[in-house]
């Protein structure tokens, strides 16, 4: 008897609280909380509900880990607007059956929650009406094996309900939209580069498009399919993918060795606890928090060392981490229990601020494709650079013998193939042996180079003429056979020039051999070289003839 006097005084402090003024959103302060047992109903008038929950069994908060609750609230409207809307927001609800008992002795009933169909888009809304001046109690049952966090209930004009309905779901469209594009995107990279940030990168966004899906009852309302044990199983997921990203996008190992380890713990860790959310389902909602919680501050840790060690794309990967801190450090604690939530529609939220971290993330993976290019350039430059200079002869500054090579290879036809007929001259420098060792070797140096010029002159006046040094004292020509006289002339007056320069014993002696006289590379340089030594013979023996008549002379 005393228990149903207390309960009276407290529903009467409670209505005088309430005043029954015109309704807005409704909190648990508000309301009154019990525990519903198995086999009880709700009363079927407005009369019989004082009465009713005396025989409750009273319920100082909504455990996270689920149960079986009964939300009673006092309302009355002053408005002329009679058609309304209910809902509960904030967390995932299996099972929802909403009645309202007017002091008209009016009683609408209506069924929600996780295994029925939707009648606004993602949330467990329906439709109610309130008459003006009348008083209601709304008498609320819900069962869950899990809260994801603490329900609120919320009741607002239909029509205004209907208007903030569609745009949550807009954004909740568009948000799973964006992630699911930006997994693709990012696994289209993977395939072609084969970079495993971007593979974990695209797994790690479709784990996370995954469980918000599932959160949204996507795969309920389209397929039918009513699972709660594997929602949470890819939220604890969440952190093994995003992991084996920044170890490889981070280069975490070798930035931070001591930081990888720390994150090869929790990963296995989560790895460990992907069964709770099977086994451990009225549990498994704040384990996940709590894993989050530890990934989201390991994650941002591992970002900021990295950038202090000079990695820059991870300034992106922190302000990624930062959007989806800012949520997380408002919503987790009401997850975890540890405070109430601070903000309406928190899984919306939470969702945005993981569309946006996962939009930031695919910016530091762009800005580091960026800085591969930008490296891959640079190395293109710096490998062309040595390219030039290995075909590049450093005295004379001409074309070496693998600049000739690369190009009798790769521009000349031997034999009846040849297209056009050229000619090979190979030249040798003689006397620049006497020449080091009695005038030194920076004369020497000098002689070779006042020849180079002098030749790369005469090359420069005819067309397609091309000019390599190739050895020590040897030059190569390339040129067609039209221009063949011309440029043989212009080496003998180089070669009297350089005679009466230094003294008699220097020169330029020279053969040539043609394309269409021999088959391949290596024959027509030895073609030239054979007759570069027969014309060197055949002006020694003009020499010794020389001498050996003045010497018939100084005889006489």
């Known amino acids: 008897m005393n228990q149903r006097v207390t309960a009276c005084f407290l529903l009467f402090l409670s209505l005088i609280g309430c005043s029954f003024t015109s309704f807005g959103s409704p909190s648990l302060d508000q309301s009154f909380l019990f525990y519903a047992k198995e086999g009880q109903t709700a009363p079927k008038a407005y009369s019989d509900v004082p009465v009713w929950m005396s025989s409750l069994d009273k319920a100082n908060h909504i455990s996270l880990t689920g149960g079986n609750y009964w939300l009673i609230l006092p309302t009355q409207v002053y408005s002329r607007e009679t058609k309304w ?93 964006g ?9 289209l990279i993977y395939f072609s580069i084969r970079d495993r940030a971007f593979l974990y990168y695209g797994l790690y966004v479709i784990t996370y498009f995954t469980g918000w899906a599932l959160t949204f009852h996507l795969g309920a309302h389209l397929w039918g399919v009513h699972n709660l044990e594997i929602h949470h199983l890819f939220f604890i997921g969440l952190p093994i993918f ?107 939220a939470t969702l945005i601020g993981g569309t946006v971290d996962a939009l930031m993330l695919s910016l530091a ?87 180079a010029k002098e030749l790369k002159v005469s090359c420069d006046l005819l067309e397609r003429a091309k000019l390599f040094r190739i050895g020590g004292y040897n030059f190569v020509i390339l040129i067609s056979e039209e221009q063949l006289p011309v440029i043989l002339k212009n080496v003998e007056e180089l070669s009297g020039s350089i005679t009466k320069r ?31 030594y027969k014309r060197k013979t055949a002006k020694r023996r003009e020499k010794q003839n020389e001498n050996v008549t003045l010497q018939d002379e100084r005889l006489v």
């Open 365 to 451: 993976l762009a800005y580091k494709i960026k800085l591969l290019s930008e490296e891959r350039q640079s190395y293109i430059e710096t490998l062309g650079v040595a390219w030039e200079k290995a075909r590049q002869e450093q005295l004379t500054l001409l074309p070496n013998r693998h600049a000739l090579d690369e190009c009798i290879q790769s521009e000349t036809f031997f034999g009846n193939n040849a297209k056009k007929n050229l000619a090979l001259i190979l030249l040798d420098l003689d006397g620049l042996k006497q020449v080091n060792h009695t005038l030194g070797y920076h004369e020497g140096d000098s002689l070779l180079i006042h020849a």
């Open 179 to 187: 992630l699911l594009f930006i997994a693709c995107y990012n696994l």
């Open 85 to 177: 809307a209910i809902n509960v927001q904030n967390s995932i609800v299996e099972s929802l059956d909403y009645t309202l008992l007017g002091s008209d002795g009016s009683m609408q009933h209506s069924k929600s929650g996780y295994y029925t169909p939707y009648e606004f888009l993602f949330n467990y809304g329906r439709e109610i009406k309130l008459n003006y001046g009348v008083e209601y109690w709304v008498v609320i049952q819900m069962e869950s094996r899990y809260f994801s966090s603490v329900p609120k209930v919320d009741i607002e004009p239909y029509g205004e309900y209907k208007i903030s309905s569609d745009i949550e779901a807009m954004l909740v469209m568009l948000c799973l939209g």
């Open 242 to 348: 995003n992991i084996l990203f920044y170890k490889h996008f981070l280069q975490l190992p070798e930035y931070s060795p001591k930081l990888w380890r720390l994150s090869k713990l929790l990963m296995w860790t989560c790895i460990l606890a992907l069964p709770t959310s099977i086994f451990l389902v009225s549990y498994t909602a704040l384990i996940a928090s709590v894993l989050i919680m530890l990934w989201i501050a390991l994650a941002i840790t591992c970002g900021n060392v990295c950038l202090i060690k000079g990695f820059y794309p991870a300034r992106y990967f922190i302000f990624a981490f930062t959007c989806l801190l800012l949520p997380a450090v408002i919503i987790l604690p009401g997850n975890m229990g540890l405070t109430s939530d601070f903000i309406e529609n928190a899984e919306l």
């Open 502 to 532: 230094v003294y008699k014993d220097t020169g330029i002696s020279f053969g040539y051999g043609l394309n269409s006289e021999v088959k391949d590379a290596g024959e027509w340089l030895r073609a030239a070289d054979r007759d570069m």
